[in-house]
């Protein structure tokens, strides 16, 4: 049956195996001028790789020119993450943004939210963790403890998030909360805030491999206040906004 297959559909355009030979030069000379080392996925963040990585145009590709972005086809997308990963060039750094927290501001954030990070994010200054796991939740997203009470003019969050890679050198993160009592459907009065994390009452603790290794973190947050301007979306529906994100951390 499967010498039947034909895959010749699968055979990249010349436009986009122009965009694969730039990319590979492009890494090429990186790793060799500054002594990479390939690494397994995204997992090492570097600043500066991550803002030559912006300066060609490759984090944003696919958003809006008055977001930073190239409005560049989701097949250009794939060729330069597809290089990335092959070499194991250290992403981290911009690897969130781009693959979750920028088309997730896209689609639910406000005019305000997408002006402040998006052209940050794709110049490559910007960076995002993500905030939802905890402890004793496993991959259990609807039973997060972390919550967020009304007061004047915002929220104030508290509670702890685990296995934030990267959020020791990240700026904010999307995090999951409760923002209503569980009245039965664990699914409902979930919300989604921007936190960012050099602000008072956020404490960053490292998670070590045994080896000494760090890019995992437990983050704390005690009594935290995050404003209106904050809120991803509308309140209550988080868990809309997260299935559609977990879509994009799969996909992207």
């Given at each position: 049956?499967?010498?039947?297959?034909?895959?010749?559909?699968?055979?990249?355009?010349?436009?986009?195996?122009?965009?694969?030979?730039?990319?590979?030069?492009?890494?090429?000379?990186?790793?060799?001028?500054?002594?990479?080392?390939?690494?397994?996925?995204?997992?090492?963040?570097?600043?500066?790789?991550?803002?030559?990585?912006?300066?060609?145009?490759?984090?944003?590709?696919?958003?809006?020119?008055?977001?930073?972005?190239?409005?560049?086809?989701?097949?250009?997308?794939?060729?330069?993450?597809?290089?990335?990963?092959?070499?194991?060039?250290?992403?981290?750094?911009?690897?969130?943004?781009?693959?979750?927290?920028?088309?997730?501001?896209?689609?639910?954030?406000?005019?305000?939210?997408?002006?402040?990070?998006?052209?940050?994010?794709?110049?490559?200054?910007?960076?995002?963790?993500?905030?939802?796991?905890?402890?004793?939740?496993?991959?259990?997203?609807?039973?997060?403890?972390?919550?967020?009470?009304?007061?004047?003019?915002?929220?104030?969050?508290?509670?702890?998030?685990?296995?934030?890679?990267?959020?020791?050198?990240?700026?904010?993160?999307?995090?999951?909360?409760?923002?209503?009592?569980?009245?039965?459907?664990?699914?409902?009065?979930?919300?989604?805030?921007?936190?960012?994390?050099?602000?008072?009452g956020v404490t960053v603790r490292p998670i070590r491999f045994m080896d000494g290794g760090h890019h995992f973190n437990e983050i704390f947050f005690d009594d935290v206040f995050v404003?209106?301007?904050?809120?991803?979306?509308?309140?209550?529906?988080?868990?809309?906004?997260?299935?559609?994100?977990?879509?994009?951390?799969?996909?992207?």
């Amino acid at each position: 049956m499967f010498d039947q297959v034909d895959f010749s559909a699968l055979e990249l355009p010349a436009s986009a195996r122009a965009l694969q030979r730039e990319v590979r030069e492009f890494l090429v000379k990186e790793f060799a001028a500054l002594k990479f080392s390939p690494s397994l996925g995204h997992t090492e963040f570097h600043a500066e790789f991550s803002k030559r990585v912006a300066a060609r145009g490759w984090i944003g590709m696919t958003w809006p020119k008055r977001y930073g972005g190239q409005e560049r086809s989701y097949l250009d997308r794939f060729v330069v993450t597809e290089e990335m990963l092959a070499m194991g060039a250290p992403c981290a750094a911009h690897w969130f943004a781009d693959r979750q927290t920028g088309p997730s501001l896209l689609r639910y954030g406000t005019e305000a939210q997408r002006q402040k990070y998006l052209p940050a994010i794709a110049r490559g200054e910007c960076y995002f963790a993500l905030g939802m796991s905890e402890p004793n939740s496993g991959s259990d997203l609807a039973s997060v403890r972390t919550r967020a009470e009304r007061v004047p003019n915002g929220w104030r969050v508290t509670g702890q998030k685990v296995w934030t890679s990267w959020g020791h050198k990240a700026d904010a993160f999307f995090v999951l909360c409760r923002t209503a009592p569980d009245a039965g459907n664990r699914h409902e009065g979930l919300s989604q805030l921007i936190v960012e994390l050099k602000q008072p009452g956020v404490t960053v603790r490292p998670i070590r491999f045994m080896d000494g290794g760090h890019h995992f973190n437990e983050i704390f947050f005690d009594d935290v206040f995050v404003p209106d301007d904050r809120v991803v979306g509308e309140i209550g529906q988080g868990w809309r906004q997260i299935t559609s994100e977990l879509a994009l951390e799969r996909s992207g």
